[in-house]
């Protein structure tokens, strides 16, 4: 959701045919691609292409939390800090987190926070990262779909994987998936993320003006997109882990209490 | 995170310099395997993602119109910065930049620079008024070690496919003339051996580390020594000479 | 019960459905309502009555009775703090050492960045993580190099009733330990530790099956040459 702009051109966003400016029709989505376990270093990463926003999620954790005075004794913390590149807009952005990376921040912190297992962790934190390498709108919903499966590659327990879309309103039609000129110059945007199998909303934003009958259409939009969303995210995990399925039973971990072994030196 | 190396591992390293070879089995003048991706980001007036082995680095050049330094008003601007974003390591906080990330930037900055491989003054749109100025942003995105060479990669490969935007100022966009081609190679020594391109592991045992850029001539263009340990006369020697050599091959992977 | 037919032998992701068939719900698993589903990322195994997801990846947590290889980080004047590779600080208690330590003299017997093999000791519903060095086979790491592997792969790199574990020291004659948190360490001439580390990162890998312990086993023959010593158990 930018701040929205005067459109000096009066852009046609969406024909009388319903073809929006990239050829799509109101409720299609851009191409979306997913990658799992995408970085060495991190306990889990995702990287996601969604029209032309490039995205890139970390998962570290669970790990000690810091500072001491902020950990929690009953579950882990679950934090995610979302920032933009400054080469992934057309204007440099100045690096370091402003106030719009802070609120996306702690709205998909809060999303992630209600389908984590955080009790089985005390004292720890589940620190998620987002990156936007390129953006073109929706970047919040690129973000949080790709740390998602993040987080399923982490092996993080969780209810299971959230999905995420936004919808809105151009040229007075509800659209699905608003790209950057559309959200610069529609009337309304609307960012949400839904688990999935319960259909429970974990995060809703909205801006703009909508009808109530508007915002119900927009919503419906979305949803329905993350269907496809979620089999995305499904089909790069299991590509990830595809040799695992090839493996004959897995050792009981009763074995692998080791016998002492000849380690005499000590 | 912890960060303390174990002492097993610092001497297990050592062991292995000292008999001729290292943890992953390269010679000690041999870097690892460079892979760059120029034109990675499209939103960028210039970018490439460097992967120097495990370490992947992502540099984006910004090219916009502004007013010139009042003491250079008729040179461009040129603008380095780097960013240690946490998910590259676990031992990378969020937050204002760290002297780390400044030296890193400073130093690729010097690389470039020095060879004058932007011409500055080709920069000047109107003398005293309106320059390009440009942005080198580097953005960490694994570390294994290496970041200066690694980041030095990107940014001069980033250079090399960098569009000016003249269509700002009512001209065509033109590709960023490159003049000069500075490549930065980087020595650690560890006890009495010296090796190029260290990852995470040597790098994080290592006495002292220097970083050298040169020219297509093999001239010298900049210098950094790094850590707390010291390098004798004839280490330096080896290590400039080490960097012209390898320099010449690694630029020639960075202009494909 | 066939139990490693391929069609039972799947790759699940977090909130999906495990068919119960009347199993009850295992390890890494949740309810809701009367269905079982995944809780992380993992293989679905059924085992004497249980459906289980063995976990695929995550960090080490520690239980009682593992071993595990440490590091020492930090001490006190009655223990030393260490580090295994968990999101829990692990101390050992000077009483739990196979030394008479004088308080304030912890210095003397194990200093930051030794490397020990110890065994967890106890671990609270808090997650407080205690170690023990008090058994013959822990004690400090000398020499040899230390690798790290995904934890969750340790049961492999062991195999069956110690089977693979056995085969890669059995070719190469390399003195193994293998941590339940994921740390191996190492011992032996560089390069038959070479062979052993390579057989252990095929393992880590999932290198193309035919079954991973043949592959392993034909790996372990190129390199030496020979079949294996017959089998010992331990060398």
Known sequence: ?266 | MTEVISELMREHIQRLAASGTRTDGRAFDEPRKLVVEKNYIKTAEGSARVRLGNTDVLVGIKIDTGEPYPDTPNSGVLSTSAELIPMASPSFESGPPRPEAIELARVVDRGIRETKAVNMENMCIVPNEKVWVMFIDIHVLDYDGNLFDASSYGAVAALSCAKVPASKIGKEDYPLPLENWPVSVTSARIGDTIVVDPNLDEERIADARLTVTTDEKGDLRAMQKGLKGSFRLDEIRRIIETSQRVGRSIRETIRT | MDESGPARRQVVIPGELLDGRGLKPGSGTYVEGDQIFAAHIGIRQEREGFVDVVPLSGRYIPRARDAVVGQVIDLGPSHWLTDINSPYPAPLHATESPWRVEFGDTERFLRVGDAIIAGVLSVDEAMHVQLTMADRQYGRLHGGQIIEIPHVRVPRVIGQRGTMIAMIRDFTRVEMFVGQNGRIWLDGSPTDVGHAVHAIHLIEERAPLVGLTDTVREYLVGAYGRGAAPPTGRN
């Not at chain 1, 024909?15 to 270093?41: F, M, Q, S, T």
């Not at chain 1, 950990?71 to 920032?83: G, I």
Request: proline residues 6%; aromatic residues 6%; hydrophobic residues 40%.
């Open chain 1, 1 to 266: 959701m930018k701040d929205k702009e005067h459109n000096p051109k009066q852009l046609k966003l969406i024909d009388a045919n319903g073809i929006r400016l990239d050829g799509r029709r109101y409720d299609e989505l851009r191409p979306i691609k997913i990658e799992a376990g995408v970085l060495k270093k991190a306990d889990g990463s995702a990287y996601i292409e969604w029209g032309n926003n490039r995205v890139l999620a970390a998962v570290y954790g669970p790990r000690e939390a810091h500072p001491r005075h902020l950990q929690d004794p009953a579950k882990a913390l679950v934090q995610c800090r979302y920032n933009m590149a400054p080469f992934s807009v057309t204007e440099r952005k100045r690096p370091g987190p402003d106030r719009r990376s802070v609120e996306i921040s702690k709205v998909i912190s809060e999303a992630f926070a209600s389908v984590v297992f955080a009790e089985q962790f005390p004292r720890t934190s589940v620190d998620i990262f987002i990156e936007v390498l390129q953006a073109d709108a929706g970047t919040r919903c690129a973000g949080l779909t790709a740390a998602s499966v993040a987080l399923a590659d982490a092996g993080i327990p969780m209810r299971d994987l959230v999905a995420s879309c936004a919808s809105g309103k151009i040229g007075g039609v509800v659209c699905l998936d608003l790209n950057k000129d559309e959200d610069n110059f529609g009337e309304a945007d609307c960012p949400m993320a839904i688990v999935p199998r319960t259909g429970d909303v974990v995060l809703l934003q909205m801006d703009g003006h909508l009808t109530e009958e508007e915002f119900h259409s927009a919503l419906d939009l979305s949803i329905k997109a993350t269907k496809g969303i979620y089999q995305l995210q499904r089909q790069a995990l299991l590509r990830r882990y595809a040799t695992a399925a090839q493996e004959g039973e897995e050792p009981p971990r009763a074995d692998i209490r080791e016998p002492p072994s000849e380690v005499n030196d000590l």
